[in-house]
Structure formats: structure tokens, C-alpha cells
């Protein structure tokens, strides 16, 4: 029971909430070098000389925290991590024996390790914001406030390396160079400390004020934060797989990044948003109907039904749409399934796919669902749009940065691409290049047309077929991603040199298997090339070798290719 309260306690919301920290520190060159096998021996004995001083540090604090410590258990625990970690000092020297290292030469801290050492030890001196100095401390309550700071600084260390153990796990054969390391810190017994120290987090924090917590959250969201730059910050000498843009020589080379948008970005799809945007407006006519109705439609408003049968409407056409899709779905299914990597066969499933986008696209055209809709209101919904954590500050970097010859696209079947443009705009991105669907307005109404541009999956891949032929510089070795979540974008994930699966649907994995398509963690691809790659060579990416790279989140995304 203890753990299962441990587990929802205040350092676990913490970690969840800042879980992105993580990601980034699992895809930096060190931790994908040393999951491998093939991080040089060298690099890990700086690794192993840092991690020294954060032992030190620790043991420092915590008894720091003893003496602030009210509460007879706590300080009993806590003498008991203090303990622990001066018992970890001593594995080390174990450790330096096995790989041979000699540490002679790293006593020094590097300034990413003297950064966190720094920020443990002032926070656990008093050294916080709204924090008397260490001899001003007068009550029990104050040196108890400190003490689950201090905590707050340490926890997510801890967590962070039982976190990269577990991860490396399922990379640890018997003859990993490494395996020592990795069954540390996934190991029940450093499992065990670390959930000890978030009990004893949790219990310093019952007695906190809301405000209070607040410090505390930050100081654990800085302390992830610095161990994540740590990470990044650790030398490794030789290639490696990632970040993607280290490879990137301008003049030589051309990145094309492809993306979808319905879902692949937005929390919400885009037709759900422009569709409440109708009845929203239609309300506001039902309730102006009385003063209008005897203008002429062009002094007033576009003629539209009233926002009840709209409503009703859309709700049908979902319903109509969802059905018919996944029947589309299922007939895709009864061919015998592939053998090996089918994509014709794929190809010519979806060509099915794209005759139902078509009909449905129609029937939306033609019963005036999206007559009359305010371009600016389309423009302000853009600009509100949710996006899926990450996704913005993604396409804000790649696009800003300047050592970097890219271009990106956007490609989705949304109705209307203002609303994309919108969205992007609202982040600082208002030359995003959108390929999508537009309405036709007069006087900057929607008459309710649409302009066809991109309905299927045969649309969107003859879009990434043109971009590609019309790129002016053919002389440029040219790498091209494709980032989708939908079976929509199989065809464009496939054909791309990357094929990144972010999130996918059911329907989506249904039927790429179905057709022999091969689905990869793109952390484990990495760690495979790395570990496969000889020195001096390029590490090479294929389009259309059947295989889909997949990710959680826009973090790992963001990781792979700009780097953390």
C-alpha cells in the first residue's frame, strides 16, 4: 500500500508533469551511445568522475536536510539515503576497477555538473526565494520547508536514472560493455531508494502551503532540467546517430520536413472546430433573424439553416462518416494479408479510401454546412487552436534556425487552410508553406464551396511528389521527413526517407501491418544504427524500405532532429 500511495504522491505528479525533461535527456548522443555498446571508454570514465561529485553533493545536502528535518522519521530516512549514497561512493571504486579507468585526470567538475552541485547545495543552505538564510530559521516549520526543498532538488535524479535503467534494459545483452551501469540503476534495490526519497518528499510536503508547492514544483522542474543539460553536456568523441542537423551541411545538403495537421499537431481535428464555428455563427443569425429578414441576403447575411438543424446536420454527417470509414476500413482487411512489405498492393487499397474522402467531402459541399462562416472568426479559432505539446516550439525552431538549409510543409485534408495558417502565424510562423484545402468567400463570408486541393491519401502523396520534383536545387543531397499520425498519411510516411508515426491511430497500424509495413520504436532504430555504424561511414536513411519510425510526443521529434 505504501508504494501505491509513494506512486501518486507529490514527487510523482512532479515527474509526470515535466516527463518531457526525460525524453530529451534519452535522446542525447552520450545515453544512445552508451545504450549501444559502442560509447568509447574514455567518455564513461568522465561520465563516471562526474557522477562522483553529484554523490558528493547529495551526501552534503541531505545532511543539510537532517538538521532542518522536524519530523523524528524523516531524519531517521534521511540519515538512511546519507548513508546510502556514501555506500555508492564506495561502489564506484569497484566500478573504475571493472572498466579499467582511470580517473586521475577528471577530479575537475564540468560547469554543467558545477551548475546542479550549485543549485543542490544553495537550495539546501536556504538559498530559495522567499527562504530566510540558514541562521535565520526559526521554527521547526521554516527548517522543515527547506528540507523538502532540498529533496525537491535531489528526487528527480534519482528518478531520472532509474528511468534511463529501465529504458536501457531491453539493450542490455550479457556482453553490453556497459551492463554494470544499466543494472544499477534499473535495479529494485535503487528502485527502492529512490521511491524512500519521494515518500520522504511527500511527507515534508504535507504541511506546505499551496505557494509553497509552487517553489517546490519549480525547484524539481529546474533540478530535471539541469540534469537534462548535464546529459547533453557530457563529450562523447566520435559519430553519433543524433541530433539529425549535426550531419546538416547547408551547402551541401537539403532537409524537407513534411507534416500532417489534423492530430498529427492539433489536440482537436480541424473539421470539428470549423464546424462549430458554423453553428456558432448560425445562432447569432437565428437571434439577428428578425431585423434582417426583410434585407436583401447581400446587405445581410449569407442565407444559412438555423444553428439546430446545423447541429443536427453535423452530427449525422459524423455519424455517416465514421461508419462508412471503418467499413472502409474492414473491406481494406479481407485480401489475404501481405507476406512482405506490399506497397502497390497498399497503394491500390487506398485508392478505395480516397473515393469515400471524395463522397464525403461532397456531401458537406453540397447541404451548406459551411456557408457563411466569418473569415476573421475562422482566423481567431486558428489562432487558439490547442497543439499537442511540443508541436509549436518544434516547427518555431526548425524553421528560425539559421545553420540549417530546410523546408517545410504542411499537408492535411482540413476544409479550410486559413485556419492552418492561423495557427502557425499566431506562433511566429506565418510563412508556413500549407497545402490544404480552401474555402471560397464573398466579402469574406464562406459561400460554403470548397476548393479542392488535397481530399486522400493520392492527393497528399502527389502533393510530397510534387514539392519534391520542384525544388530548385537539385544539385543538394536531399533528406526528406514525413511526420503523420493517420492512414492518410501512409503513403507520404512511406515514401519519405524518415516515416515518423507520432501517435498513431488504431486504424492506421490495422492497416499498414495488413500490407506489411514494420513498425519501429525510433529510439530503439537509433540505438540499432549507432551500435551498427562504422567510424567514417554516413548513417544512412531509405524511403520505401516498409518501415515506420514511431514516437509518444513532439519532444522526441524535436530531439532526433534538432537535438535537445
Sequence with gaps: MAAATTEEGTAKKFWDKFSKESILTLYTPFVVSLASGNLKVDAFGHYVAQDVQFYKCFAQAYELAEDCADDDDAKVSIVGLRKRVLKELKHHDSFVQEWGLD?????????????????????????????????????????????????????????????????????????????????????????????????????????????????????????????????????????????????????????????????????????????????????????????????????????????????????????????????????????QKAEEFDYEGLKTALEQLSEFERRANKKVIELNVLKGLNLEDIKRAGERLILHDGCMSFFQSITNNQHLNVNVHVLSYCWCADLIRSSFSSGGIPTMNVHANEFLYENSLSTGEIIKTIETPIDKLQAFTNILKNSDESDKTNLTIYIGDSVGDLLCLLEADIGIVIASSSSLQKIATHFGVSFVPLFSALIKKQKEHVEGSAFGWKGLSGVLYTVSSWAEVHSFIIGS
Design 103 to 335: 580517473l586521475s585526470k577528471e577530479t575537475t567538475p564540468n560547469p554543467a555538473t558545477t551548475k546542479y552541485t550549485n543549485f543542490v547545495l544553495a537550495t539546501a543552505s536556504g538559498k530559495v526565494e522567499g527562504v530566510k538564510g540558514p541562521g535565520e530559521l526559526a521554527t521547526p516549520f521554516e527548517k522543515t520547508k527547506v528540507a523538502a526543498y532540498t529533496l525537491s532538488a535531489i528526487a528527480p535524479s534519482m528518478r531520472l536514472n532509474v528511468f534511463l535503467g529501465k529504458e536501457l534494459m531491453d539493450f542490455n545483452g550479457d556482453q553490453h560493455p556497459y551492463k554494470k551501469w544499466i543494472d544499477k540503476y534499473s535495479s529494485e534495490a535503487y528502485q527502492a531508494a529512490m521511491l524512500l526519497t519521494e515518500d520522504v518528499l511527500d511527507k515534508l510536503s504535507v504541511s506546505l502551503t499551496g505557494e509553497e508547492l509552487d517553489t517546490m514544483q519549480k525547484l524539481y522542474h529546474q533540478a530535471l532540467k539541469l540534469e537534462m543539460e548535464f546529459f547533453l553536456s557530457l563529450p562523447v568523441d566520435q559519430q553519433t546517430v543524433l541530433p539529425l542537423s549535426k550531419h546538416h551541411i547547408s551547402t551541401e545538403h537539403r532537409l524537407t520536413i513534411f507534416s500532417d495537421y489534423d492530430l498529427t499537431c492539433t489536440v482537436v481535428d480541424s473539421s470539428a472546430i470549423l464546424a462549430e464555428i458554423a453553428i456558432v455563427t448560425a445562432r447569432k443569425s437565428d437571434q439577428s433573424q428578425p431585423e434582417s429578414q426583410n434585407q436583401p441576403e447581400s446587405q445581410s447575411q449569407i442565407a444559412r439553416m438555423s444553428s439546430a438543424d446545423l447541429r443536427s446536420t453535423c452530427e449525422v454527417l459524423e455519424r455517416e462518416y465514421t461508419e462508412e470509414y471503418e467499413r472502409c476500413i474492414e473491406n481494406m482487411l479481407t485480401n
